[in-house]
């Protein structure tokens, strides 16, 4: 069983550079802590025919997931779901519990301003889902979380806001995947790595991961080379978390002992 994820960003404000894309690090950081493993990252802007095209290609890679962030909302750029209709053949239609769900959101925004909202067809724009479609509830704001199903791939748009985001992600998005990933555990450590530069430092992680092969090990500068300050991460995913935990702390052990026999010198962070 594939547990691969893809992750899909969309806003032209993600290309000119206007926004940071702290939406695609945060869901990188969560899946793979649930056991998923992201295989790919995408940003691309507000045109339906891209946005499809991106994820008609995600489909042909069959990942298990491919999760969308931003082009929710009632403004003419939100496209997403016009797009993720395209891509699987669909039509768009109104989609009731949606709808319940957008009015519901307008009726507490009433009760809490004093002020009339009218539902006007950009609001009710929110509830138009793909054909066949599940509507996810936004704790946090309006336009709902849709979750579509293909042949391959199970689709879940988010809003881009950061709050609703990560709300509809932790509140129906992460129950989803631990089902799915079962019993499928993450386990990572971290070492601070001084008086050894990185091109030392990479025939060490090379020999190390040869004989390690389940866990992986990146370095990650903290200087320019000349400055040897680095930070090294070790991770893997096993059966149990006993299991994984071992496996990372053997290949820590041994990394560090072929660090030290080299001049460096380790400080153990948090795992």
Request: glycine share 6%; charged share 20%; hydrophobic share 40%.
């Amino acid at each position: 069983m594939s547990h691969a994820f893809e992750i899909i960003c969309l806003g032209n404000e993600l290309l000119i550079g206007k926004i940071l894309n702290s939406n695609a690090q945060w869901l990188a950081q969560n899946v793979t802590s649930l056991g998923g493993a992201v295989q790919r990252i995408t940003t691309v802007g507000d045109e339906i025919e891209e946005i499809a095209t991106v994820l008609r290609e995600a489909l042909t890679r069959k990942s298990a997931f491919v999760l969308t962030t931003g082009g929710l909302g009632p403004t003419f750029d939100d496209k997403t779901l016009d797009a993720v209709a395209l891509a699987l053949k669909k039509p768009v239609e109104l989609n009731e519990s949606a709808l319940i769900m957008v009015k519901d959101k307008y009726r507490h925004y009433e009760q809490t301003t004093h002020k009339t909202i009218e539902l006007t067809p950009a609001r009710v724009k929110m509830a138009h889902l793909p054909k066949d479609a599940v509507p996810l509830s936004n704790p946090v704001g309006t336009a709902p979380g849709v979750l579509s199903e293909s042949a391959s791939s199970t689709i879940i748009n988010l809003p881009g806001v950061p709050s609703e985001m990560k709300a509809i992600f932790e509140e129906s998005v992460a129950p989803l995947i631990r089902r799915f990933v079962g019993s499928r555990h993450m386990y990572e450590k971290s070492l601070e790595v001084t008086e050894i530069i990185e091109s030392a430092l990479a025939p060490l992680i090379d020999r190390v991961m040869r004989q390690h092969p389940t866990v992986y090990v990146k370095s990650h500068p903290q200087a320019a080379e000349p400055v040897p300050l680095i930070e090294l991460h070790l991770s893997t995913h096993a059966a149990s978390h006993e299991t994984a935990k071992n496996r990372v702390e053997a290949t820590a052990k041994e990394i560090s002992h072929l660090i030290l026999e080299h001049g460096g010198e380790i400080k153990h962070l948090a795992a």
